[in-house]
C-alpha cells in the first residue's frame, strides 16, 4: 500500500525552510527519501532504519517515527538546487507479507519549487 | 566508477513492435528491478530478480517479460507495446532486498 504524503507541491524562496511528511498504514521497516529532478533518474538522499533515527544530507535532514509510521523530511535554507520531486519509498517488516518485504513502495512524490 | 547503465536513453517503437531495454550495472549487486514511471507518478515496480530468482508483481502485464542472463544485466522485454506503455523505464539495483536502491538514468520509450 502506497504511503501518503504531504505537501503535494511547496514554492519556496531561497533561504526557506520546508517539511515533506511521509506517512503509512502499515509497520515501517525502513524509510528511503529520493530527489528527482525533471527527466532525471531518482537520486538516493538517504535511508532510515529505526525508530526515531534521524539522519542529514548536507542542509537535508529527516526523522523516522517507527511508532507513528511517518517519516519527515526537512529541508534547511533551501538553496535552488534542491528543486525537485522528493519520493518516500517505505519497506515493511520481514514476515508481515513474503509479498511485500523488502519491496520499496514509493509515495505519490512532493514537488518542490525553490525560486530566488 | 561504479554504476547503473541503461540503453538506449530513448526509444521510439511503433504500436506492437517489440522492444528491448537493457541495463548493466558495475555495483555487483544481488538485486536488479524494473519500474516504470508515467508523468507525474512515482515509480510503479514491474519486477526484480534476487539473484537469478525472478519475482513478478500480480498487476505487471504479460506483455512484459525480463530476463537477467548474468549478475551484471537485466533486459526488459516488451512484447506488444501499446500507447499506455510510453513511460520512462528504470532500472535500480540494491545490495540486498530492502537495502539502497540505486537507479540508472532510464530509457524514455514513446510509443507512435
New interface residues.
Partial sequence: QQPVQSPQAVILREGEDAVINCSSSKALYSVHWYRQKHGEAPVFLMILLKGGEQKGHDKISASFNEKKQQSSLYLTASQLSYSGTYFCGTTTPPGMTTDSWGKLQFGAGTQVVVTP | DAMVIQNPRYQVTQFGKPVTLSCSQTLNHNVMYWYQQKS??????LF?YYDKDFNNE?DTPDNFQSRRPNTSFCFLDIRSPGLGDAAMY?CATSR???D???????T?LTVL
Avoid: D, E, M, N
Fill in positions: 507525474s507518478q512515482a515509480p510503479k515496480l526484480h500480480a528504470l540486498g532486498i530492502s539502497t536502491q540505486y537507479f540508472g538514468p532510464g524514455r
